[in-house]
């Protein structure tokens, strides 16, 4: 059984990763860059991460619990974009008969003076 349409009140945007590999036939390190994709309806849930609890943190909104229908273009290797903010992928758990998907994604928080992406895990 599918989500209903009625829980899905938060548009999410794909990012499909793009690599281009370098002169040294993929050996080398090639950049890696994410194109945005598509934009979905989902269900968005904030969630209290390990470490927010170890921490003793009453909210944690870097981790985060999503619910979609099925859709091709997310994988494992996607990032996903909401109110601006990244996230990547820890959990992906696809049912293509049910047609639903459900993730759990935690906030990648980029860096103003390297301009890099960093993890929240540390």
Do not use: H
């Amino acid at each position: 059984m599918s989500y209903s349409a009625g829980i899905m009140d938060r548009r999410v945007t794909i990012l499909t990763r793009q690599t281009e590999s370098s002169e040294l036939f993929g050996r080398g390190p090639g950049s890696t860059t994410y194109k945005e994709t598509s934009t979905i309806w989902a269900n968005v849930t904030f969630s209290k991460g390990t470490t927010a609890l170890r921490e003793g943190a009453l909210d944690a909104y870097n981790y985060i619990i999503i619910r979609c229908r099925y859709n091709s273009k997310l994988t494992r290797r996607s990032r996903l974009k909401i109110d601006n903010r990244l996230y990547c992928i820890d959990s992906f758990n696809d049912d293509k008969r049910k047609n639903t998907i459900q993730i759990t994604a935690r906030e990648i928080i980029t860096d103003a003076a390297e301009n890099t992406p960093s993890t929240t895990d540390e």
